[in-house]
């Protein structure tokens, strides 16, 4: 079946530090992948994305590579700042469902 | 571009009452419309899918008779929950996508509606 599997939480860093959060998936096919982040008290927004093997998303320092060979998707960013803070999800669309990771939730400190 | 709105984002109803959540995609056309439902500290939870001028199709273990999607229009889709009671309290989360659009594989999500039954 299809799933995400996502590192869990909560992490907590310092500013300027360097974020990884793991995600590994399982799907047949070729689905596309993304990271969503959330706010408290709002929806989810799009982050970053990636259709196929070898592509990179990349958005507001935060990026993430399609790793087909490891079923990847870890989202990276070289320097935090305290307005990251907020609940990061892993997700894939197989084209007919979205499938989310429990979410993982980074607090960053100054 | 793609901006999903919902009202209400705050709402507190007395245990009986029913309360309608309306979704609109605000500068695409939703064709198709998801609800979902988030508790605290938990991932989303898909309750049902929604295609414009059909009917919805609803995850297994969620009570379509309690509750009702509406997708009338390619911008409108409406969630009310029936009689409600204080289980149903939760975050509710509306989110589309346009079939048509170059990003059919994204789903754009509303902020969310926090619906308290007293």
């Known amino acids: 079946g299809n799933s995400v599997t996502q590192m869990e939480g909560p992490v907590t860093l310092s500013e300027e530090a360097f974020l990884t959060i793991n995600c590994t998936y399982t799907?047949?096919?070729?689905?596309?992948l993304f990271w969503y982040v959330q706010y408290p008290g709002e929806g989810l927004q799009l982050l970053l994305k990636?259709?196929?093997?070898?592509d990179k998303g990349s958005n507001k320092g935060f990026e993430a590579t399609y790793r087909k060979e490891t079923t990847s998707f870890h989202l990276e960013k070289g320097s935090v700042q305290v307005s990251d803070s907020a609940v990061y999800f892993c997700a894939l669309n197989t084209g007919n469902q979205f499938y989310f990771g429990t979410g993982t939730s980074l607090t960053v400190i100054p | 571009g793609a901006v999903v709105s919902q009202h209400p984002s705050r709402v507190i109803c007395k245990s009986g009452t029913s309360v309608k959540i309306e979704c609109r995609s605000l500068?695409?056309?939703?064709?198709?419309m998801f609800w979902y439902r988030q508790f605290p500290k938990q991932s989303l939870m898909l309750m049902a899918t929604s295609n414009e001028g059909s009917k919805a199709t609803y995850e297994q273990g969620v009570e379509k008779d309690k509750f009702l999607i509406n997708h009338a229009s390619l911008t409108l889709s409406t969630l009310t929950v029936t009689s409600a009671h204080p289980e149903d309290s939760s975050f509710y989360i509306c989110?589309?996508?346009?079939?048509?659009?170059?990003?059919?594989?994204?789903?754009?999500f509303g902020p969310g509606t926090r619906l308290t039954v007293l």
């Open positions: 990636a259709t196929k093997a070898d």
């Open positions: 989110s589309a996508r346009d079939l048509w659009r170059g990003d059919a594989d994204t789903q754009y």
């Open positions: 799907a047949t096919g070729y689905p596309s």
């Open positions: 500068d695409f056309q939703a064709t198709t």
